[in-house]
Structure formats: structure tokens, C-alpha cells
């Protein structure tokens, strides 16, 4: 096979790996201080956030992305991989736009006073911020009333956010 060729099939392998991934539970727990006052989502292993995914790519592109070794940053403990230099410079100069809100946990589960991770592939954005959600089931319910979800997981973060690491 040629080597444009398996760069065209390498989002479908790279989307299947993901999903294999998931089932056999590769995608370790994730948590490590990264934030002044939150816990970001990072693999304990690699120091990745978000898995390797893209931040930007969520935004600029609609879609989750992985990023790429060669396009890393370090920001607060945390390796973050974008899929090219603009998406790095981007949240480079603003990070607090891209980064995901309520530390990457799962604003449905948040507003049930719980702390549940958000899984990168089940995401939304919604007023200009990203939100990562545990399963399409908490996204879907998320997107029938984000308002008051928001609301409700931004009431409650403070408590639940102090929770994080017991």
C-alpha cells in the first residue's frame, strides 16, 4: 500500500483503535492536579490531557481530533497534542477558551453531585465552551436542556471539584 494511501485510511484505523480502546478499557483513569482550584483530566501514564485530543479541533474543525507528538505543549502539568501549529498557538494565547469546562468531568454528573470523567468522544460545545461527557446518553440529555445543566453543574462544581483526588 502506499504511504498516501494508509495516510488516507489512517483516521478510520485510528477511529477504530479509539473504540477498541474504550471496550478493553485502555483509557486509564484520569486525574492529576493541573488548575489553580480543579483537577484536569490527564492520564496518570502519559500525561496527556483529554487522551490526546485536539481542544481546537473540537472548535475549528467539529469533530474530535487526536493530536500529534510534534505539535505538543505543556501547560500546567499537563501535555496538551494538537493536530497542527495553529491549533497549538491558538490555545496557546487562550487556553481558557479551549480547555474543557468543569475540568473535563461530566457536567450532567456534576449537577447530580457526582464527579464522572468525560470521555473526549462524547463532547458538545455550547456557548463558545467544550463539554466532555461520560456516554452519549448523559451528552444527549445534556443537549435537550443545556441551560439549565450548565446552571445547575456550575452551582454545584465548587463542592463536587473539592471532592476530586479523595
Known amino acids: 500500500m502506499t504511504a498516501a494511501r494508509q495516510q488516507r ?8 483503535a479509539v473504540f477498541i480502546a474504550l471496550g478493553a478499557g485502555i483509557f486509564p483513569p484520569q486525574s492529576t ?12 501514564d502519559t500525561g496527556l490531557a483529554i487522551s490526546g485530543f485536539d481542544p481546537v479541533a473540537y472548535f475549528t474543525d467539529g469533530k474530535a481530533q487526536f493530536g500529534r507528538p510534534e505539535f ?5 502539568g499537563a501535555v496538551w497534542r494538537f493536530s497542527n501549529e495553529g491549533n497549538r498557538g491558538a490555545f496557546e494565547q487562550h487556553p481558557e477558551v479551549y480547555t474543557p ?8 454528573a456534576i ?7 468525560g470521555h473526549p468522544l462524547f463532547w458538545a460545545v455550547i456557548s463558545q465552551r467544550l ?3 461520560y456516554s452519549e446518553k448523559t451528552r444527549l440529555a445534556f443537549l435537550a436542556d443545556p441551560g439549565r445543566i450548565i446552571a445547575t453543574a456550575e452551582r454545584k462544581w465548587p463542592d463536587v471539584s473539592r471532592t476530586l483526588g479523595d
Open 131 to 133: 463539554y466532555l461527557f
Open 33 to 44: 492536579k493541573a488548575a489553580t482550584d480543579s483537577e484536569l483530566t490527564v492520564n496518570p
Open 9 to 16: 485510511k489512517r483516521p478510520f484505523f485510528m477511529s477504530l
Open 111 to 117: 449537577g447530580r453531585d457526582r464527579s464522572v470523567r
Open 101 to 108: 469546562r468543569f475540568a473535563g468531568y461530566d457536567p450532567v
Open 72 to 76: 505538543e505543549l505543556n501547560k500546567e
